[in-house]
């Protein structure tokens, strides 16, 4: 009988790198996020990159290759292998023994890439092992070096380049013409868009905005929900630019004075992103505003959006409910739209029907029917739910409640046994109450059809490379005060942000959200029934046992995930602060 093979995180607790519990934590935690038990070590800070690899090598009975060893730039053979399939599948040859290719990769268990690797090279491949990391930055390190005609990025530089500013320079005036290719591979405008396309994926962008001024183009990144001013681009670059981008995304590039939306899908190492594209007439210029989809951005799973463990464990049993309305309230950017898809995700299984309707559709989900509106053919929220209610569900997702009839209609579908979910732009989750009310639909229907509503906000968390204890002269009394946090509790327990090279000396890295949660009682029907005002309906939750938005935000300070000024900035406490 063969011998069975060894579990990770078993040989990662023999080796003394982590305890049991952080094994189980870390179980717990890829199985809600549907990613691997190796990557969540990582990303924990429970085990470098470099363990783990050694550690995969071990359980498959590979050997692991230190590309960091003195020595190794001369092993590695490139010539061994087409360049398309060492920058695509971060692979490296090592050397050749008659009829076997020997191959550092990162992932053992990928066995169609190992397949389709016999096929193109028509030889047997013996595997090594190293970190994705480590390939991925030996491969920058040899290849980019060589080819790369653009500098290469650091705290000051510009992403323009001489050889650029060269090519618009023949272009007499600001328009487009024959000597800027705005669709060759090898233009040098080309390389720039794709250049910041990807910069700003791995910087963990959600969004690029291009937005042309008198004597300049201002090109910014949003990351964590800040925006961070990336580079001041030529004015003679804009039109070129802003062709490229809409070439890509399928506008119009003649047109230039009505608003355009579009597309574009690229793949950023190893994996496709979309970018959903908005232009805007500006009085300078079209303004250009790129919003960035990453497939797996809504399957982080419902541990890793930043619930305590009492909402998590009412949220995990409210949309398990077999009726009813669920609404998730907050401004644009609020992560709603994250929130709702992590709970469809947990509930797409094969005994459940799941239907969409969405203004636009920006994530694919396999097992889910998506519809998207159509304004102009009639296809609408209201054509959509109706014929959805056709289609025999189980479970609504609804985009956005706009209007009243919207509204009708998802109670409608709740009160006839469907289970509904929907977003609405509200500040807290008891004003949603008096909104809905608002909009014309009847009290008895609000009253009657809705089982919880959540309000949320992002806030942004301390990077864990460089975070340190704050000390009493950090704390600054003001912020605390706004979050009615003692200065006595928080000290020992809140962190300060640093700076590294990792978070961009911001101190911060990531997000996670605050919430609201609010669960529907006798009282609060009543209330909503005799159309009470929004402060009766927030004491009658309060008394409930919801916790405020800027509670659950004293409990991530208290837990050194974040400052007290992020959360005043976030959850709009207090006066406004200079």
């Not at 956005?400 to 979910?421: C, K, P, S, W, Y």
């Amino acid at each position: 009988m063969a011998r069975s093979r060894k579990k990770l995180g078993q040989i990662l607790v023999g080796w003394g790198v982590v305890s049991d519990d952080q094994v189980k934590q870390a179980a717990k935690l890829a199985k809600g996020a549907g990613k691997r038990l190796g990557e969540i070590m990582v990303e924990q800070g429970f085990a470098s990159e470099g363990q783990i690899a050694k550690a995969i090598a071990n359980q498959f009975g590979m050997e692991y290759v230190d590309l960091a060893a003195s020595g190794m730039s001369d092993k590695i053979d490139m010539k061994l292998v087409p360049e398309d399939l060492v920058r695509k599948h971060l692979i490296l040859p090592l050397a050749k023994n008659g009829s076997k290719l020997q191959l550092v990769i990162h992932d053992p268990m990928d066995l169609e890439l190992m397949d389709m690797l016999r096929f193109r090279l028509s030889t047997e491949v013996e595997p090594r092992i190293a970190s994705r990391s480590d390939i991925k930055a030996f491969i920058e390190g040899t290849l980019e070096a060589k080819k790369s005609s653009l500098t290469e990025m650091d705290a000051g530089g510009s992403l323009v380049t001489d050889s650029i500013d060269r090519t618009i320079d023949r272009s007499v005036d600001t328009s487009v013409d024959k000597s800027i290719d705005v669709s060759a591979e090898d233009s040098p405008i080309v390389k720039l868009t794709t250049r910041m396309l990807t910069e700003a994926c791995r910087m963990r962008a959600s969004d690029i905005h291009i937005e042309p001024f008198a004597d300049r183009v201002r090109l910014r990144y949003r990351i964590d929900g800040v925006c961070i001013e990336r580079d001041n681009l030529p004015k003679r670059m804009q039109n070129a630019l802003l062709s490229r981008l809409k070439l890509m995304s399928g506008m119009n590039i003649a047109e230039r004075r009505t608003p355009q939306d579009g597309r574009i899908k690229i793949a950023v190492d190893d994996i496709f992103i979309d970018f959903r594209v908005s232009a805007c007439p500006a009085y300078h210029g079209e303004s250009v505003v790129l919003r960035i989809l990453r497939p797996d951005s809504v399957r982080i799973g419902l541990e890793n959006l930043g619930f305590e463990t009492d909402n998590l464990t009412t949220f995990n049993r409210i949309i398990r409910r077999p009726n009813g309305i669920f609404l998730v309230t907050g401004p644009t950017g609020s992560g709603k739209t994250t929130t709702l898809y992590t709970a469809l995700d947990i509930l797409n299984r094969p005994d459940k029907k799941i239907i969409t309707a969405e203004d636009p559709v920006e994530y694919n989900f396999d097992g889910i029917n998506q519809c998207q509106v159509r304004e102009g053919i009639g296809f609408t929220f209201p054509a959509i739910l109706r014929s959805m209610l056709r289609q025999a569900p189980n479970i609504i997702l609804v985009g956005e409640i706009r209007d009243r009839e919207v509204g009708e209609i998802a109670i409608q579908a709740a009160l006839t046994g469907h289970l509904v979910f929907s977003t609405l732009h509200t500040n807290d989750a008891p004003g949603a109450i008096t909104r809905l009310i608002d909009m014309g639909i009847k009290p008895f229907l609000v009253a009657s059809s809705i089982q919880a509503i959540m309000a949320q906000r992002l806030i942004r968390i301390l990077c864990k490379d460089c975070k340190a204890l704050a000390e009493e002269a950090d704390l600054d009394h003001k912020y605390l005060s706004l979050i009615e946090l003692d200065p006595e509790d928080a000290l020992g327990k809140a962190m300060k942000p640093v700076g590294c090279t990792i978070c961009n000396k911001t101190g911060f890295k990531g997000r996670r959200a605050i919430f609201e949660l609010m669960m529907m009682n006798p009282e609060i029907r009543d209330l909503a029934f005799h159309r009470a005002p929004v402060v009766e309906v927030r004491n009658a939750a309060l008394k409930g046992g919801m916790r405020p938005l800027v509670y659950d935000g004293r409990l991530k300070v208290l837990g050194g995930m974040t400052t007290a000024d992020e959360i005043a900035r976030v959850a709009q406490v207090g006066e406004e602060i200079d």
